[in-house]
């Protein structure tokens, strides 16, 4: 099952050179949001917004305003996408499978607001289609004609990966030619801050350069950002028969339930094994085949910890030569849209011969004490990758990758 694009909108960019181009640089996308935003009581003052998205590039005027943000992102993910495979999504059959953490609240919040003060005459029509979790996915088949199975994946932080890997099986399995996989969010918004900042999930850290800082020592919360991107997978058979290029290959897909708490992981991280574990057996691979992890590396003390455990129970002695990276300390935590991004970290990584940083990393933590990859990417030949996915809820998610 191979990758033939990947379309993104990122705090770094929007599309793959912009996004490669800050993975190289090393370039942090975070800033202070509290002069855009009224954020009275909240300790967090960061975000990681796509500053460069401009929905008017992608959709007609009309449209867009019939889309919420989340579904205006994931359009134009998938539309980069399948311009950069090449593909015509008229020929054989499509899927498409996007997840998402939360969807377009932005439109429930303004609506409820009209409705309080305004009267329930003035609540918007769309308000459902708008802001309903499935729209990203329903969108995108509207957009680009395609007819084959269309439905999203929430699961959390770990939507993005679940939705991908739900399409790797149905095209392994041989239901659909080809699949749209990916993830979108943006819920950069006061009440979510709000939300994340009382339950202590959030860095309070006011300085963008060293907010996100998974596995160090000094991380204090994740910094909540947005984006979507969409990978175009295809089976060898309809890649060859249209002469279509492979990025990389998705040969693994694993996932468990931790059964343990609605937000905390396990402290041994169990659940994380599972998930990795059953990847790895899906592609019928040994965990010394691993070259890189892209780690789920959310910059909480918790799971950073549970994480690194899980790592050195799948790697054993090989866990501290392994190479281990979180792209969340660029672009911050892109809730259900997070998996999908990241895996343009691990596609850099295959194209580009650099192993992508965890550029905020700088001081070791006793109980984070694998390579992570601190500064810049860091030149190394990837063959095989591991990119991990975990979401509230318990629910895990692992893929693996291998390079074409």
């Known amino acids: 099952m191979f990758v033939s694009g990947f379309g993104v909108v990122s705090p770094l960019g929007v599309g793959r050179a912009a996004f490669f181009q800050g993975l190289r640089e090393g370039r942090v996308a975070i800033r202070r949001v509290d002069q855009d935003l009224d954020l009275p009581g909240i300790g ?70 009209t409705f309080l003060s305004r009267g329930a005459e003035r609540v918007s029509p769309f308000l459902v289609p708008l802001m309903m979790p499935n729209a990203p996915a329903a969108e995108i088949s509207i957009e680009l004609g395609i007819k084959g199975p269309s439905f999203g994946v929430v699961t959390a932080c770990a939507a993005s990966a679940h939705a991908v890997g739900l399409a790797f099986e149905m095209v392994r399995q041989g239901w659909v030619d080809w699949a749209l996989a990916g993830g979108a969010e943006a819920v950069i918004l006061p009440l979510v801050l709000a939300a994340f900042d009382r339950m202590g999930a959030l860095s309070r850290n006011p300085d963008p350069q060293r907010a996100s800082r998974p596995f160090d020592r000094d991380r204090d919360g994740f910094v909540l950002g947005e984006g979507a991107a969409v990978l175009v997978l295809e089976s060898e058979e309809h890649l060859l028969g249209r002469g279509g290029q492979a990025l990389a290959e998705v040969v693994g897909f694993g996932q468990s339930s931790d059964a343990f708490h609605i937000t905390a992981p396990p402290e041994d991280g169990d659940g994380a094994y599972r998930a990795m574990a059953a990847a790895l057996a899906r592609a019928g691979l040994p965990p010394e085949a691993v070259d890189y992890v892209n780690a789920h590396g959310t ?9 690194t455990l899980a790592l050195k129970r799948l790697l054993g002695e090989r866990a501290y030569e392994v190479p281990v990276s979180s792209t969340k300390s660029q672009i911050g935590h892109l809730l259900g849209a997070a998996a999908a991004a990241e895996l343009g970290a691990v596609l850099f990584a295959f194209l580009e011969g650099l192993i992508p940083a965890t550029v905020t990393w700088e001081n070791r933590d006793p109980e984070c004490d694998l390579d992570y990859v601190p500064g810049s990417p860091r030149p190394g030949r990837v063959r095989v990758a591991l990119k991990n996915s975990f979401g509230f809820g318990g629910q895990n998610a692992s893929l693996v990758l291998r390079a074409a």
């Open 44 to 113: 967090a003052k960061v975000a990681a917004p796509c500053d460069g998205f401009d929905p008017l590039a992608f959709l007609p005027a009309k449209r867009v305003r019939r889309l919420g943000r989340t579904s205006q992102m994931a359009v134009a993910a998938a539309q980069l996408a399948v311009a950069e495979a090449r593909l015509d999504p008229q020929r054989g059959t499509g899927a498409v499978v996007v997840g998402t953490g939360i969807g377009a609240l932005e439109v429930l919040l303004e609506n409820h607001q």
């Open 299 to 307: 910059s909480t003390p918790l799971n950073d910890r549970a994480e």
